[in-house]
């Protein structure tokens, strides 16, 4: 069942229509419901973000009381991370990456809708903490023994444990199904070499969640029982509270490129499309994904420099975290060697790939001041940090998700999303996001902390935060923008024909929305870019 | 010698202005691509090509020799920070050493020789100063941005951090991990001063209270009544305390109450003591129902402390 | 398109097998950050390990874990009535060994030893406990298999038998190497 077809039944079945959503295992609806979750908690998460940001907005506020701003900051922060950033670029994996091998499913269809459902339960287990008696209030990374039953008394964070180990089994369960869909499912020809790098890192990025996730769930499980049985694994009484930080790190660090790889892919797809030309070094995109991963095991600490390692340990995880930079380097400077003699296309996603580059730079580059050990000694902890996380997340991350939805968009609905309204989108995008976190490099440097709930008047720190607060207003108005765009769409007939955007990979090489099995007929692959192929038989890729 | 916290400055200007080197390289070319090859009427389809092996080496190694340099200038910063405290005796003078004791949300400052202050500390002008960092709760971190780099408090851990401050001057920071509902207002406050005059303090804060007189006697009574002495030390009265609450012994030669949530006088002393929970809900410190005159008593008394 | 992959004989060719081993691996993953956290602990749990664990005993049970991988083995190879007989042999075997482990538990919980007693019960607990699971998820399974095959006779893919023996392999692979940490950690 694809949404066209979901679409076609008649109002009076309405109800039915739901119970086939409630039903589906086909991988695109799985995706589209990834999707939807992810979007939904989009606002969620952005809207408890605009409630921090009127709090901070001047000096000494009561807009809300401190404990409920502690709740408001982790849940922001666990929402972004596990409940959107995670299902948004699991959807897009799921819809695309059958699609893109020529696949008419995924390995195991019913394991993947299980995934999503453990996802969503995840999501709502740890939103009923609020109806609970509390929310989670010890951070999205809940330190010990803050986060022990002596530092939190709610069972907020029992929720926290609860939510994030269903969610997190459903993500392993989901990384398992995309690994084995890639590795057996490729149709005839499509070799490794030939894979387009968007499947390429949803494979990378399967691998670093089965690597990292399973250390997370080992470490609520710990958790759980410290505050549960009187364990001491963590509690500061025997247990090391570190030793929490570096598992959960362990785990933290990777989930950072968990949610940067798929990002890159994306632009891997959006930025070669729009430019007119292949992209340039393919083995050095899939090698140097290949490279982070690996070096993303090997960096966690990089959050732990302030709470007292050896200097060995230290300039270990700083040389480490550094190396980094390599590969990530080698990826834009193969985007623009892919714009570099093309012949651009500015459609908003391209649009929000440009944007993507720029933010995700400068968000790499404060990465690596915050790898140099000193330098992270003074700005770790202030808002220096949380502007870091935000120019990769959201300027990146985020960025990229919106060029993939605006690319993506007719070949699963059908529709076009209007370009104008998308332009209005991006630029309120791109002003708001610069005006919000900008200011919060500069902050950090001046001595703001992160997570205080007020602050005092008189030591200039009233500006930034104030222009903070309007860019995260017009950022939301921004987003609104968007969703109308999406709803209006939707209301519009279908007029999107297979190919709108003159591309390459196999998704296009169907129609807009795809029938349930994907592919008439097998798809010919001779090269990564197979619609090329077909379209310049005089000028076939190798 | 110098304050590590410029040490950290300078490196930070040098990475700093490579970062924006690099920022201005990167985004340059990218505007000048978008630019010139942006789609005109009637450009010609582009070439098609798979790669540079030449130009994937080239931009492999240049980050590698700017990502060497950083690593070099990091070396050199964190040597001269000296990143394995404690001190060894590098240092012209003898540093002087002080506990401080994290507490959600105050802090504690024990200096040898017994004087006992809190949350504000006075450091001399000139001298090194060794803090042994110790957490009575959860994780804390100590951060006076305009004088050293951060430490963490880790319970079950002793971590070190140095100060030095070469002006005198107020220094104010935070406590910089989040610790719990009041953890905005676990502000810190530095006074760096000459040494004659850190010395004298450092004697006041070694000593009994000073005896009060007047309504300020009458005040002791009603702190020595109530349940103010379960929580809090006072010296010279008795009031010997749980050791979970700040030192009252000399409160009223603080400029702020609460940890930085207010400014040190009598109205705000008073307000404090009718309902320090309106001021910073959470902290360990209870409202206490006393009648206006105990009250008025009581202000004075602990203005009285200096 | 998937009908062309189908037949692939290779052993990672299967996605059931396949996708097992990729589960295996992260289930490792899971296991050993808790080993690490066994580990980090030992200096301060060696005393109370060493004054309370009985090696021989838990050794003698484990004997009986680590035969079960040989008659899953055994089970695997023919899938069908004979190696149902072996699947319940393994079931057997495993129960057993559970068996032991609840005992030793017993044991130590009336010489006063819990997981909130110390950092000895908190880890040796935790770890022993999640491997327990694991056997007794495994013993599930196992008994899954013998049940279907039995009622539904050939409706179990070999791929299933596969699977759950590569399953019971890993827990057991996982029991050597908690019972060299825990147990015969005590001796060095
Ligand atoms: C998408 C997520 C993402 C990504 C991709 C990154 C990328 C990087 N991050 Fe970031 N990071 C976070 C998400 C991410 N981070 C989050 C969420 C936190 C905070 C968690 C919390 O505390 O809540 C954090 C925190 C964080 C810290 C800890 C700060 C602290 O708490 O004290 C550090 C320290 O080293 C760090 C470093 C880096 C580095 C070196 C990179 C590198 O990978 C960046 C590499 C990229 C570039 C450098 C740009 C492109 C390269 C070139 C153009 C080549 C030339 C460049 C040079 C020679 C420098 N990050
Ligand atoms: C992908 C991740 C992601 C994203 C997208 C965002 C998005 C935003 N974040 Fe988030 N943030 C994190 C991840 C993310 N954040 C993390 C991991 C932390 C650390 C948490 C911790 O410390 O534990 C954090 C912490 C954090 C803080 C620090 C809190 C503190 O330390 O005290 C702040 C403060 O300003 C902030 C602000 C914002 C804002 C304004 C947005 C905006 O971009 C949001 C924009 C979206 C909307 C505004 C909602 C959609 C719009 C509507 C529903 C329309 C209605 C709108 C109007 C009527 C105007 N974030
Ligand atoms: Cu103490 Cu934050
Ligand atoms: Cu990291």
């Known amino acids: 069942m694809t949404t066209a077809e979901v679409a076609a039944v008649p109002r009076q079945q309405a109800g039915d229509r739901y119970a086939l959503w409630l039903r589906t295992v086909d991988h695109k609806d799985v995706g589209i419901l990834y999707l939807l979750t992810g979007v939904a908690f989009f606002v969620i998460g952005g809207l408890e973000a605009l409630v921090l940001r009127l709090q901070l907005a001047a000096p000494r506020q009561g807009v809300v009381d401190p404990h409920l701003y502690d709740q408001l900051f982790t849940m922001h922060g666990t929402t972004m991370v596990f409940l959107v950033m995670v299902p948004l670029l699991i959807g897009f994996a799921n819809y695309l990456v059958p699609l893109m091998i020529g696949a008419s499913d995924v390995a195991f269809p019913r394991l993947n809708a299980l995934s999503f459902w453990l996802t969503l339960f995840g999501g709502l287990l740890l939103y009923f903490s609020f109806v609970a008696g509390g929310a989670p209030d010890a951070g999205w990374f809940s330190y010990a023994p803050l986060a022990e039953r002596a530092g939190s008394a709610t069972s907020g964070v029992d929720y926290y444990i609860l939510g994030l180990g269903v969610a997190g089994a459903g993500t392993i369960i989901g990384a398992i199904n995309l690994l084995v869909t890639i590795a057996l499912l490729r149709c005839p020809g499509m070799t490794f070499g030939r894979l387009p790098l968007f499947v390429w890192m949803v494979l990378v990025t399967s691998v670093l969640i089965l690597g990292a996730y399973p250390a997370f769930s080992a470490a609520l499980v710990m958790l759980f029982l410290d505050r549960h049985l009187g364990a001491h694994f963590f509690d500061g009484a025997g247990g090391d509270p570190l030793l929490w930080q570096h598992v959960f790190w362990f785990f933290g660090h990777p989930e950072v490129y968990i949610m940067a790889l798929p990002a890159f892919g994306i632009i891997s797809e959006v930025v070669p499309v729009f430019s007119g030309k292949r992209i340039f070094g393919y083995r050095f995109m899939a090698g140097s994904a290949v490279a982070i991963a690996f070096l993303s095991f090997s960096v966690w600490a990089h959050h732990m420099f302030a709470v007292g390692l050896s200097t060995a340990e230290n300039i270990f995880f700083a040389v480490s975290s550094m190396l980094i930079a390599v590969p990530t380097g080698v990826k834009i400077f193969n985007w623009l060697a892919t714009m570099w003699g093309g012949r651009i296309r500015f459609t908003v996603a391209m649009l929000f790939a440009v944007g993507f580059i720029a933010m995700f730079l400068i968000g790499g580059l404060t990465g690596v001041t915050l790898a140099v050990v000193p330098i992270d000694w003074q700005v770790t902890d202030s808002y220096y940090v949380v502007a870091h996380l935000h120019y990769v997340l959201f300027g990146g991350t985020m960025f990229a998700l919106f060029a993939g939805a605006y690319y993506w968009w007719p070949k699963m609905t059908g529709r076009f999303l209007s370009e104008r309204l998308g332009r209005a989108h991006f630029w309120g995008t791109f002003i708001g996001f610069n005006l919000t976190f900008l200011p919060m490099h500069w902050l950090g440097v001046q001595g703001m902390p992160r997570r205080v709930y007020t602050y005092p008047a008189g030591v200039g720190w009233e500006g930034s935060n104030l222009a903070a607060t309007i860019g995260a207003l017009v950022l939301g108005l921004a987003t609104l923008v968007f969703l109308f765009n999406a709803a209006r769409s939707l209301r519009g007939a279908p007029s999107a024909p297979a190919d709108p955007w003159d591309a390459w990979t196999l998704e296009w090489a169907t129609t807009s929305p795809p029938p349930t099995h994907n592919f008439e007929a097998a798809p010919a692959v001779r090269s990564a870019r197979p619609l090329w192929d077909r379209k310049h038989p005089d000028l076939p890729d190798r | 010698m110098r304050p590590s916290a410029e040490a950290i400055a300078d490196l930070a200007l040098v990475v700093g202005a490579i970062a924006l080197g690099i920022f201005l390289l990167v985004t340059g070319v990218l505007l000048a691509t978008m630019w010139r090859y942006r789609l005109r009427p009637g450009a010609p389809e582009p070439r098609q090509i798979a790669g540079d092996l030449r130009l994937e080496i080239g931009w492999t190694v240049a980050p590698l020799l700017a990502l060497a340099a950083v690593f070099v200038l990091m070396l050199g910063t964190m040597r001269e920070i000296g990143a394995s405290l404690p001190i060894a005796a590098d240092t012209d003078r003898i540093p002087l050493r002080v506990t401080v004791v994290a507490h959600q949300f105050w802090w504690e400052y024990r200096f040898d020789g017994g004087a006992v202050a809190a949350n504000e500390l006075h450091i001399p002008v000139g001298v090194p100063v060794e803090l042994d960092l110790v957490a009575a709760d959860v994780i804390h971190d100590f951060w006076v941005p305009a004088l050293a780099g951060k430490s963490d408090i880790v319970p079950g851990k002793t971590n070190h951090l140095r100060l030095f401050a070469r002006q005198p001057g107020t220094y104010e920071g935070a406590c910089a991990e989040f610790c719990g509902v009041q953890h905005a207002w676990m502000r810190l406050v530095v006074f760096a001063e000459p040494e004659p005059e850190f010395d004298r303090w450092l004697a006041v804060q070694g000593a009994a209270r000073q005896a009060p007189a007047g309504e300020a006697a009458r005040g002791e009574q009603v702190f020595l009544r109530n349940v103010c002495v379960s929580c809090h030390a006072l010296r010279g009265t008795g009031a010997a305390g749980n050791g979970a609450a700040p030192d009252l012994t000399h409160v009223g030669g603080r400029t702020t109450i609460g940890t930085g949530v207010l400014r040190n006088d009598a109205a705000a002393m008073r307000a404090w003591l009718a309902d320090p929970q309106r001021y910073k809900p959470g902290s360990a410190m209870p409202l206490v129902r006393l009648d206006p005159g105990d009250l008025d008593a009581l202000v004075a008394y602990m203005e009285s402390l200096h | ?188």
């Not at chain 3, 899938?79 to 032991?100: I, Q």
């Open chain 3, 1 to 188: 398109m998937i009908a062309h992959r189908a037949g692939t004989p290779s052993f990672f060719g299967e996605k059931h097998v396949l996708a097992m081993c990729v589960f295996i691996a992260s289930e490792s993953i899971f296991f050993l950050s808790v080993i690490a956290i066994y580990l980090a602990y030992r200096q301060a749990t060696l005393g109370t390990a060493r004054a309370n664990l009985d090696v021989t005993r838990t050794f003698l049970f484990s004997l009986l874990l680590f035969s079960s991988s040989a008659t899953m083995a055994l089970a695997a190879r023919s899938p069908g009535p004979r190696g149902r007989r072996w699947l319940l042999v393994t079931a057997g075997l495993g129960a057993v060994f559970l068996g032991g482990q609840v005992s030793e538990y017993v044991r130590l919980l009336a010489g006063g030893i819990r997981p909130s007693s110390d950092l000895f019960g908190t880890t040796f607990f935790t770890l022993t406990g999640l491997h327990g699971v694991h056997v007794l998820v495994g013993l599930v399974a196992i008994v899954a298999v013998a049940a279907v095959s039995w009622l539904r006779g050939d409706a179990v893919r070999p791929t299933a038998w596969e699977s759950v023996s590569l399953y019971w392999h890993f827990v057991d692979a996982v029991w050597v190497v908690v019972f060299t940490t825990v147990y015969l950690g005590t001796f060095v």
